[in-house]
């Protein structure tokens, strides 16, 4: 869908779970290896009694970075949507000289 600005502002969807936050310890995963991170589950490396990483399945991360750039997109654009451009023939001619 494109807004007024012509941008692509596409729909986030973000997953809640009524459910605990899967927890994992370090001494669980130094004890059982990868068998100790859940499938398709965000969950939380503790070290020290403190959450210190975050595990999230590689789908999720994929998408997070994607909504991320989309966003430093938007951000950029909006920043200079209003700056004087220069015709891109122009912008060619004082390259090549």
């Known amino acids: ?12 969807s973000i997953k809640f779970s009524t459910t605990p936050m899967k ?5 669980d995963l130094k004890r059982r290896g ?9 969950s939380y490396l503790i070290v020290n009694s403190k959450p210190k990483s975050a ?3 590689y789908e999720e991360y ?3 970075i ?10 950029d654009y909006e920043a200079r949507k209003n700056e004087k451009s220069t ?5 060619i001619e004082e390259i090549e000289e």
């Open 1 to 12: 869908m494109l807004d007024k600005t012509g941008i692509n502002r596409f729909k986030f």
């Open 23 to 27: 927890t994992i310890s370090l001494q």
């Open 34 to 42: 990868s068998k100790a991170i859940p499938n398709n589950e965000v």
């Open 55 to 57: 595990i999230v399945p």
């Open 62 to 64: 994929e998408a997070l």
């Open 66 to 75: 994607e909504a991320i750039e989309e966003l430093e997109d938007i951000k």
């Open 87 to 91: 015709d891109w023939k122009k912008a």
